[in-house]
């Protein structure tokens, strides 16, 4: 019989949220847990709880204090978090147009020059990854990716910008990430892609979920305006694929 999993913290979050934290640094041993504990919430759930926020390393959990207490769900929550992980399911798998360099990716070069490289080797690197969506967050839609190619890991800007475009694709740390809305970032932007994974008024709105997996390939600018063109009318853009 599998050993069960150490214990995560559990942190009040307000008088109606419970922190379920399982590490103090991203990794990716950390998310399988939280995105395992997710699963089981949403497959057995607990009187109580009324909504969940998985992240890099823990599990935000709201709920409400009228059905259960803060004791109670730790009680409930703890027995499930420490259970052995299931086994790894197939996840959905999405192959994403990226159009690099130039005005869609304005730190390319910036990038390739402190890493001692050319502009072609960052892009072969970084659609050259294999990423899952460890989270999504700050903005509807923007996936935050691990499995960033380590050659790739840097800091982020020093000066982060008040605006960048929607679309964008980037790096930062030993993240990689897929920005939908336009936005401010500290990151370091490589490219651009048409793909929304966030469209309000389509089926589906979101586009990712955490678990699922997401390649790059490379799309020259002509071909980012056609696709553009269709995501904004709401065609699916991305390709889904076999895992």
Known sequence: MAATLPPPRLLPSGDSAVTVEFSRTIDDD??????????????????????TVPTYRSLLIHYDPGKIGFD???????????????????ARRWRVPVAYGGEHGIDLED???????????????HSGGDYKVAMIGFTPGWSYLSGLDKFLHMSRRQSPRLLTPAGTISIGGIQAGIQCLAAPSGWHLLG???????QLHRDPTFLTE????????????KTFEDMDR??????????????
């Open 72 to 90: 109670a769900l730790g009680e409930k929550i703890l027995p499930i978090a420490t259970r052995p992980l299931p086994p790894v399911t197939k």
């Open 111 to 125: 990038v390739a020059k402190t890493l001692g490289t050319t502009p072609d080797d960052i892009v072969i690197r």
């Open 30 to 51: 950390a998310n399988q847990r939280v995105l395992a504990l997710d699963k089981a919430l949403l497959a057995a759930p607990i009187d109580g709880i009324t909504e």
């Open 192 to 198: 651009r892609t048409p793909v929304r994974t966030y």
């Open 210 to 221: 955490p678990g699922d997996r997401v390649t790059f390939y490379a799309i020259d600018h």
């Open 230 to 243: 269709a995501a904004e009318a709401g065609e699916i853009v991305a390709e889904q694929v076999d895992a």
